[in-house]
């Protein structure tokens, strides 16, 4: 199994700034992508980034050119910068990885929120 614990997540003005970072520990050799996904209230979890092995990323159109997400293999973390923050991208934070033959794993979230 696969844990990932969330970090970074607290209150910011809009047009500010946040760096959350997610500690992956545990069977992470066949992980194959990681990445974050957000939730706000009354609404469904949605994917934010996704990062793969080999580092190619993807973005929901929502956040491309405010958004970068990272990884460092030799610290086994996963980073999101989040630039130009709006109300919108006010949510709970979540960590994911996709591991092959077992499927996904979560951390437990972090609180972004966004004042105008």
């Known amino acids: 199994q696969v844990q990932l614990v969330e970090s970074g997540g607290g209150l910011v003005q809009a047009g500010g700034s946040l760096r959350l970072s997610c500690v992956v520990s545990g069977r992470i050799d066949r992980v194959a992508h990681m990445g974050w996904y957000r939730q706000a209230p009354a609404n469904q979890r949605e994917l934010v980034a996704i990062?793969?092995?080999?580092?190619?990323?993807n973005y929901a159109d929502s956040v491309k050119g405010r958004f970068t997400v990272s990884r460092d293999n030799a610290k086994n973390t996963i980073d999101l910068q989040m630039n130009s923050l709006k109300p919108e991208d006010t949510a709970v934070y979540y960590c994911?990885?996709?591991?092959?033959?077992?499927?996904?794993?979560w951390g437990r979230g972090t609180q972004v929120t966004v004042s105008s």
């Open positions: 990062i793969t092995n080999a580092g190619s990323t």
């Open positions: 994911h990885s996709f591991t092959y033959g077992r499927g996904d794993d």
